[in-house]
């Protein structure tokens, strides 16, 4: 059996609630498709070693690192990522606290940090620090001491909380 | 289009509001570097050796070039020869290394090809042939007798250390330190590590013929440098090279100069099409970093605490080619003294260059790795003086106006009001809790001793308005407090204002974006501007409403006749008329330098920073907890207090990185073994302090708009001394050497040598 | 990363096939936490990637089967740090399985995953050895179930035959009423990888297990059945030495960045005694979970 190193592989994925079919060569990671072949530069390319969080975006509604997920693997599967978040120009409601908070300063970090505090929200609605500590410290930040960032899921958790 | 509410100017100087540029990073749209698309852009490999220097025998890019998609390979002898050289201080970084490499990660070739998986295959099929050469990657070791020289001697023609690895050496001093006598003299040598910038976003340069000229795209903090950098390597006119600077995805300093954009911009010329090269994190780990340091400081005190002498031998590790590292050095080691009253000084600095990645710009500019030292060692005096840390410092600090560094800016804070503040913060009138310790230490650094900064303002004929300044905005928030001190002088509602920064075809000149400069320098070219179109309207209120000009008054959004108030904006729409247009207005701030100063010139204002901390110490793991940290700075005007306390805190945590964790790990031969976030770690979210406050003191005393002036570095600078000093109240162990991983503590509390 | 083929068998009988006809040239992908860093950085080189995820014989389900608890092969750590029973019965393979890299690795890497990539450091592989834990595998010969203990050989090697497909992991039933704990050591709080494992298990009946990773080619299962190691009036001098001797065979590799083979064998120690006496609290105090 010989393998076919020029082979391309379809995917069928629905990304930010859109079904799409892709010819993606199987050594590039779902990172790669993200970005270069969807034009979805929101998610960002960092350590690509899964320690910094930078790629994070949610398959199936679970937290993953995308420049550790083959795209091919996420055939079948519903990826969302940052630019999946607001609905038209609304933000919801974590784009709107780390808006308020002041938790973006150059920004880098910010999608992954909005995708793994989504994601920590949808399965702990009430978190505490501690918790949130916990749930984003796949998620490196350079530029701030993660308070804001963290002041920013609290507050956002609060809202959800309230609104539900 | 909204009407604006007159009565209400959301946004004004002072206040928090949501930052410019907020929405595009919380939605995935800001566009970095790497984001950015260009049609038919050839993707660039670099090709480098796994070693820290190499005798380059030959380069083989047959098989490289026998790949499919691939357009050229780069090498030396494809460039013009002599080798074109850059650099912000000395010419010597060749845009390809020629003849020898001379740092662990130095590009031997680059390929250029139709995609990046077409670029990284070939770049692995490009047969170097090498010789590993002798290499000096340690202070010790660059210095010995007989150590490989890092640079040829003859890149420094007439300079008397040029055969040696010693760059620079730098003096400064005055009084007579050893004819002074002390009740008590402290002595130690205090090591700082190499660590790395490590922002988020790795290098990204992009190039493009442009006409008959090149535009590049880089994630560079100083775009006109830039622009000066490759107009020059390339032989065009500035007019023809179009740098745009997309905000970088943190700087820290790393970004400040050319690195690859010069060989991208050869490539995208040669290839008659765009080049995209965008580092992954192990070779941004190779490019930049922190200048290392061995710092021996012996102090001198009266038995009341007052200092007598300072007395200071600096020895930086720079890499291979200077960069800017040995102004790094230079500014850095200049304030040894601190923000001390002291009476005699001697400052011997040293830029000692090595076969490492070039070290750079970083947060602190030389002054953390010094500061490591002076502190630790006011805190051991304090310790042998039996005087309260707290109570040393307020002792020997400068007054507000008292000159501390002679021919040098005097005093410009109430420093001591700071060290209060943060003492009270932490309570240390009070006993910590059992088990814990406290620290506490001091930083100061000079801010910018030159600048040069244009901006021009455009009120537009609704009022809205539109900046053009020519700052990176890394994340400190410049854009934002640049739209709020037009919206506050103009009148316009925050969201009325855009900010063009980036791009040098269209944004008048700025010198650069470090030194905490930009809120001051640019920040007084915007008020300029502002002033100066407020001038104008002025002038147009007067023809308009029949009065003298010395009748009317413009400030803050309003223009005043006599007992009559009228928006800025009512006057406006009427002067313009029904040709319409817009009022232009240029402002411009300027220090000259000052060729007899030791620096170039004086400090246009200083960072003064006070950090406190309490830990506790796993005596058997060596652990350390900080308990509380609270970093208090002396910031004149908080502009933005929202984006100041971002500022203040992340550097407090990046303070914590090379306290408790950050280092390169070499091996022998000077070859890094730890690139990349694996086993080179930063602080993460489970990694804060407990308890972290940080707090402003605002007096308005600052050169900056409505008296602000720079900040965002002071509280990096004196975390490690403050929590050391911690450890030691502690434990009673003192420790020298950064950083203090678990296992170095434990070695210290067990008096274990290294093995 | 170098390119190659992905192939996607839904039966186990295709996977075992696959890996047949490549021999060395094809590598499993389950989580890929592990495996894709790898294919990156060139250490691996597989013309052929067989992704195990969509075979339906394989499972990420928990369940008792048989008296033990059978852990299937897509098992991923955030659902086995999650498992009610698991940290009722086997708690420090909860632990370990919670301190497996950031919530993102945790929601990819599975449980078998780690033990066939078969580091020393391996954070699930102290507590597995303690619990007695089996791995449950297919291949050309056939299913077997071998001790956790006679599958890892050293770094990156198992005695798993070339073809064979790890299908779960069981964990025995345990006899007697077990408190356990796992700890480690690390360069910062947050989530790295460690320079020391250990895992600690005290039963009613006095007998102390201990499994340490990180200090030599492979973790190691040690017990004490004196009775004096889970012994809550023991003075901790008289542990120590017992520990000592316990521990005798740890052998920190030189070579490590994270940390010194002095340190590693100090805080091994150090571990041992603080996890023994976390063992005998949560003995003391009842159940787990």
Redesign the interface.
Known sequence: ?T?????S?RIDVTVNGRPRSLEV?????LLDVL??DL????????????????C?VLIDG????S????A??A?GSAVL???G??SGDR?DRL?AA?????A????????GQ?M?AH??LAANPRPSRAD???????????????????EAVLVAAERLGAAS | MTEPDAGVLPGRVGTSPARGGGRARVTGRQAYVADIRLEDALHVKLVTLDCARARIVAVDASAALAVPGVRLVLGAADLPDPMPRFGPQFQDRPVLAVGETRYHGEPVAAVAAETRDAAEEAARLVRVTYEELPAVSTIAAALAPGAPLVQDPSMRPGDPLAASNVLREHRYGWGDVDGVTADVVVEGTYAFPMVTQFAIEPHGFLAAPDGDGIAVWSSIQHPNWLQRVIAGLLALPLSKVRVYAPDPGGGFGGKQHAKYEPLVAFIALRAGRPARLVLSLEETFQAVRRGAAEIRVRSGFRRDGSLVFRDVEANYLIGAYADIADRTVAKGTYTSCGPYRTPAARIVARSILSNTTPSTAFRGFGNPQQIWAVESNMDEAAHALGIDPVALRLRNLARPGEVFIPGDTPADGDWARTVGRAAELIGWDTPPAPGRGRGIAVGLKSGPTTGLSYSTVRLLADGSVVIHAGTSDMGQGARTIFAQIAAQELGAPLDWVTVVMGDTAVVPYDQQTSASRSSVLMGNAVLGACRDIQGRLRAMAARLEGVAEADVVVDRGEVRIGDRVLPIRDVLVRGLGRLGGEVIGVGEMRKEADPDHPLGGTAAFFEFNCTAVEVEVDRATGDIVVARHVTVSDVGTALNPSQVRGQDEGAAIMGLGHTLMEHYILDDGGRIRNLGAIDYRIPTSMDLPLRLESDVIEHGDGPGPYGSKGMSEGALLCVAPAVAAAVRDATGVVIRDLPLTPERVWRALNEVAVP | MRAFTYERPTRLDDAVALLAAHGPDARLLAGGTDLIIRLRDGTIRPRVVVDLKRIAALDGDIREADGALRIGALAVMTDIAADARIRRDYEALAEAAAVVGSIQIRNRATLAGNVCNASPAADTVPSLLVYGARVVVTGPAGVRSVPLDEVFVRSGVTTLAAGEIVTAIELPRPSTRCRSVHVRRTRRRGHDLASVTLTCAIDTDGLTRLAYGSLGPRPLLVADDTGLLADPSAPDGAKAERLETLFAAASPSARSMRASPDYRLAMLHVLGLRAVGTAIERLARGSAG
């Open positions: 059996m393998a076919d190193l020029d082979a592989v060569r199987p050594h590039h990671t970005r270069d034009g979805l530069t929101g998610t960002k390319e960092c350590c690509l070693v899964g320690e910094c969080g930078a994070t679970v937290s993953v690192d420049c550790l997920v083959l091919a693997e055939d990522t940052v630019e978040l607001a933000l784009q780390f808006l308020e908070t002041g973006a300063q150059c920004g880098f970090c910010i999608p909005l793994a994601a920590l949130v500590e916990e749930g984003l410290a796949g998620n490196l930040c350079r530029c701030g001491g993660y308070e804001q960032i963290i």
